[in-house]
T-cell receptor, first 116, second 112 residues
Framework: GAVVSQHPSWVICKSGTSVKIECRSL??????MFWYRQFPKQSLMLMAT?????????EQGVEKDKFLINHASLTLSTLTVTSAHPEDSSFYIC????????????FGQGTRLTVV | KQEVTQIPAALSVPEGENLVLNCSFT??????LQWFRQDPGKGLTSLLL?????REQTSGRLNASLDKSSGRSTLYIAASQPGDSATYLC???????????FGAGTRLFVKA
């Protein structure tokens, strides 16, 4: 099956610094990727839709200047958490759809972000 | 706005029991519905994907059904095992915007 690789799997950073998370589709092209956030014991909440070559679409309540998304190629989207604070500590997961496939979305393994 | 609800929120059963997890969604305009498993602190493992035109899918001890018109899906787990202990998430892919919307999950604990 299609594989989505997310890196890093975990990261600890100091408050005020920025962290970049990568999401790669390894064996397919993904025009569209999605970023989710999951707080402890809660479900996944869609943050934004990442579109190759254009601006991301953010869900209501998600700060676009804080969560920068870049989808510069058909296989890579990045999420940068800028000026991270402890409340940004969460589990971030990306998903990608095969541009030439059906509607199934494939998910990365997630990134555990801890801001201290 | 699509809303996905899962019942029960948590379930504890003895090993060997057959069990049913429920998922309901408010907007029937979906491409598909997918069941995932998530172990603590881990990512998602896709279990079953049901296209909107399908009624059910089976994989091993798992069977998922879909009634799109009533906005319901069930995940049936036969002969449960301690290794089945995890959180089970139901998610629907909306036709509008290709967004996948998740339910809050059912936390399952199977006692040996």
């Amino acid at each position: 099956g299609a594989v989505v690789s997310q890196h890093p799997s975990w990261v600890i950073c100091k408050s005020g610094t920025s962290v970049k998370i990568e999401c790669r589709s390894l064996d397919f092209q993904a025009t569209t990727m999605f970023w989710y956030r999951q707080f402890p014991k809660q479900s996944l909440m869609l943050m934004a839709t990442s579109n190759e070559g254009s601006k991301a679409t953010y869900e209501q309540g998600v700060e676009k200047d804080k969560f920068l998304i870049n989808h510069a190629s058909l296989t890579l989207s990045t999420l940068t958490v800028t000026s991270a604070h402890p409340e940004d500590s969460s589990f971030y997961i990306c998903s990608a759809r095969d541009t030439w496939g059906d509607t199934e979305a494939f998910f990365g393994q997630g990134t555990r972000l801890t801001v201290v | 706005k699509q809303e996905v609800t899962q019942i029960p929120a948590a379930l504890s059963v003895p090993e060997g029991e057959n069990l049913v997890l429920n998922c309901s969604f408010t907007d029937s305009a979906i491409y598909n519905l997918q069941w995932f498993r998530q172990d603590p602190g881990k990512g998602l493992t896709s279990l079953l994907l049901i296209q909107s035109s399908q009624r059910e899918q089976t994989s091993g001890r798992l069977n998922a059904s879909l009634d799109k018109s009533s906005g319901r899906s069930t995940l049936y787990i036969a002969a449960s095992q301690p290794g089945d202990s995890a959180t089970y998430l139901c998610a629907v892919l909306n036709t509008g915007g290709f967004k996948t919307i998740f339910g809050a999950g059912t936390r399952l604990f199977v006692k040996a």
